[in-house]
C-alpha cells in the first residue's frame, strides 16, 4: 500500500474527521466565549472594582524612554498581569461552558437509553432438553 493511500485511509477514519470537526467548532466556540468574558462579564466586574481594565493592568519594570539627540527610544517593560487574570477567567467559563454541555449531553443520553429489558425466563437447559429426548426415547 502506498504511503499516499495510507495517509487518505488514516485522515477518513471516523475519529479523525470528528477530532477535526471538535476542533474548528471548538474555535469558533472559544472566540464566543471571549467575546461574552470581555464584552459582557468584565465591564461591569471592572466597574464594580472602581473603573478598572484588567487588561491595561501591569507592573512597570522599566519606563520607556522615548528617542532623543542620538539615543534610541527604550520600550517599557512590564509584567501584563491584567492580561493574565482575562485568560485565567476565559479558562474558567469555557470550561464551565463545556462542562455544562456535557452534563446536558449525558442527561440526553441518559433518556434515549432504553429501560434494561426485565429478565426473560430463559429455556430448558440442553441438559434437560436432552433428558427430556430420552426419556420421550424410552417410553416409545
Known amino acids: 500500500m502506498s504511503i499516499v493511500k495510507e495517509f487518505r ?3 477518513m477514519k471516523g475519529d479523525i474527521v470528528n477530532l477535526a470537526t471538535a476542533v474548528i467548532v471548538g474555535g469558533a466556540f472559544g472566540k464566543i466565549v471571549a467575546s461574552f468574558t470581555n464584552d ?16 491595561d493592568l501591569k507592573l512597570v519594570i522599566q519606563e520607556a524612554i522615548p528617542a ?3 539615543v ?3 520600550q517599557e517593560v512590564a509584567i501584563n498581569y491584567g ?7 476565559d479558562f474558567v467559563i ?3 461552558c463545556i462542562f455544562m ?5 449525558e442527561k440526553a443520553k441518559k433518556k434515549e437509553e432504553p429501560a434494561p429489558a426485565s429478565e426473560t425466563p430463559k ?7 436432552l433428558a427430556e429426548i430420552r426419556d420421550l426415547l424410552k417410553n416409545k
Open 83 to 89: 492580561m493574565f487574570l482575562q485568560t485565567v477567567f
Open 94 to 96: 469555557i470550561g464551565f
Open 40 to 55: 459582557v462579564i468584565m465591564p461591569p466586574i471592572g466597574l464594580l472594582l472602581g473603573k478598572v481594565d484588567f487588561k
Open 123 to 129: 429455556g430448558p437447559t440442553q441438559e434437560e432438553l
Open 101 to 105: 454541555v456535557l452534563k446536558a449531553y
Open 72 to 74: 534610541e527610544a527604550i
Open 9 to 11: 485511509s488514516f485522515l
Open 68 to 70: 532623543s539627540d542620538g
